[in-house]
């Protein structure tokens, strides 16, 4: 990944269980961090505030939440509802099974945030990281007596009894940013602070009082699924962007990956369209950058492409989709008319979740014969789109 990353001029990449035990510990994610800075790429452990782990995901360590929390029970959050949510735009619901994994802090005890501060010095002064991802964690929120008269949020509330609701508050964390940007900035100035300003939020903000103290200068990340792309698609302004309390400001998909779509997922769809789509709206509106899904395996084309025009839009926004196949998706795919029929056969099978399996028969043998007929990665690239079809094939539709 670092290597793609870096022959593509991707600059960075947010790593969820950056420090577990078992890939390893403080020493592979010093190697990492190693590797990745000779290749000019940025290593950003993603952390939340109070929740996913701590900064060190899993194992027994000072900064691992569990452990923690298994000392200082009194810490627990008391969390209002069971940890999981349905998200609008993906088919099923997400329930995460109660573990050490899925604990949560309260955000009231002064000793969580006096805890936390203290663990991201650590992880700024211990690796040579290029920044950090700081969430307030989406397993909820704290319900204790504290939480609630501390947020004082009738609005953010009221959006989280909803069923397709926020499983966050943005009051925690514009009062909890501030203090780790700080702790991460004294140790390595130059870090890129991402601060999450979670989904579908951008074009009404629910806690826009507590956000005018966000520190300028950490970039205010904004989500987005599918269905509230297309509406910022069309009403996202720059002049609305520019006068944004928090800046500079970045956009996150939400989509294009494994938490939309139908039951599939859209994992392992061709999302190149999306990610040139984005690429360019984001820049004609005022944002700075882009952030997407990257936990597919650049050894499936369709994944491998789609990261390619992410990579390519984002780096020259004015490039169109005519010439990113001629002077891209041409050369890795056997040809201009190869790379047509490529993007035409994955965009079929990705638009239609069911299909004759005569249909998927016939495509799965275009695809091999278009596999046989290459060398080498382009044989690959056709390979893996054919087996995408067999599977299919396999289950019946
Ligand atoms: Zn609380």
Redesign the pocket.
């Known amino acids: 990944l670092v290597d793609f990353c870096s022959l593509n001029r991707i600059a960075g990449i947010v790593i969820y269980g950056f420090l577990r035990d078992s890939h390893g510990g403080i020493e592979a994610a010093q190697e990492l961090c190693r590797y990745a800075n000779e290749r000019g790429v940025r290593i950003i452990p993603g952390i939340a505030i109070g929740a996913y782990g701590g900064v060190y995901w899993e194992g027994d360590h000072q900064y691992n939440l569990s452990t923690w929390l298994k000392k200082n029970p009194q810490f627990a959050?008391?969390m209002e509802k069971g940890v999981g949510f349905q998200l609008a735009d993906l088919s099923f619901p997400l329930n995460f099974p109660h573990s050490d994994y899925t604990v949560s802090a309260?955000?009231?005890?002064p000793e969580t945030i006096e805890w936390m501060e203290e663990a991201v010095s650590w992880l700024a002064e211990t690796f040579d990281i290029g920044g950090i991802n700081i969430e307030s964690g989406d397993y909820g929120v704290?319900?204790?007596?504290?939480?609630?008269a501390?947020r004082k949020n009738d609005a953010e509330a009221a959006r989280r009894r909803d069923d397709h609701g926020d499983s966050w508050s943005h009051t925690d964390m514009a009062e909890n940013f501030p203090r780790l940007y700080r702790a991460a900035k004294a140790k390595k100035p130059d870090l890129w602070i991402y601060c999450e300003m979670q989904w579908d939020n951008l074009l009404d903000p629910v806690a826009s009082d507590a956000q005018t103290s966000l520190p300028p200068g950490a970039i205010y990340q904004h989500t987005a699924n599918r269905s509230f792309w297309n509406r910022l698609r069309t009403e996202l302004k720059r002049d609305y962007v520019e006068a944004l309390p928090t800046q500079p400001n970045v956009l996150r998909c939400q989509f294009a990956c494994q938490w939309n779509g139908d039951e599939r997922t859209e994992r392992y769809a061709l999302n190149a369209r999306v990610f040139a789509d984005m690429a360019t709206v984001a820049d004609k509106v005022g944002m700075d950058g882009l952030t997407v899904w990257g936990e597919v395996s650049s050894y499936c084309a369709t994944a491998e492409l789609s990261y390619l025009a992410f990579a390519r839009f984002c780096w020259d926004p004015t490039l169109t989709w005519e010439r990113f196949l001629d002077e891209d998706l041409a050369p890795r795919l056997g040809g201009v008319e190869a790379a047509r029929r490529f993007v035409e056969i994955a965009e079929e099978i990705d638009a239609n979740q069911t299909l004759p399996v005569s249909r998927l028969a016939e495509l799965r043998a275009k695809t091999l014969a278009a596999s046989m007929a290459g060398d080498g990665e382009v044989a690959r690239r056709w390979l893996t789109l054919g087996e995408q079809i067999a599977r299919r094939e396999y289950m019946g539709a």
């Open positions: 959050a008391t309260c955000p009231s005890a704290c319900g204790c007596d504290r939480c609630v501390r």
